[in-house]
């Protein structure tokens, strides 16, 4: 069965930094290219930023310069580090695995940018 559970959002105040993480199980994790997406209240999800299965990186112009997707095959993880986070970062930021056209999506982690 396979299982994504992200993890690591919370609160932060403008110009902090945080790290989310989704660990994957059930899955040959190193053969998919990984994503994260976010929706925030009444707005459509849209891709943040994805990292193919041999580590090509790509960004949405918003978030450029600012986070960084990684990810480690020996654990079966992919991260988003974000730094100079905004308030209309805030968002509940899902992962997402695919492999041809199989996808599979984690519950969600709520980050909010407030002070």
């Not at 994805?50 to 020996?74: L, M, P, Q, W």
């Amino acid at each position: 069965q396979v299982r994504l559970v992200e993890s690591g959002g919370g609160l932060v105040q403008p110009g902090g930094s945080l790290r989310i993480s989704c660990e994957a199980s059930g899955i040959r994790f190193s053969l998919h290219a990984a994503a994260w997406y976010r929706q925030a209240p009444g707005k459509e999800r849209e891709l943040v930023a994805s990292i193919t299965n041999i580590g090509s990186t790509n960004y949405a112009d918003s978030v450029k310069g600012r986070f960084t997707i990684s990810r480690d095959n020996a654990k079966n993880t992919v991260y988003l580090q974000m730094n100079i986070l905004k308030p209309e970062d805030t968002a509940v930021y899902y992962c997402r695995l695919s492999y041809y056209s199989t996808a599979h999506w984690g519950q969600g982690t709520q980050v909010t940018v407030s002070s």
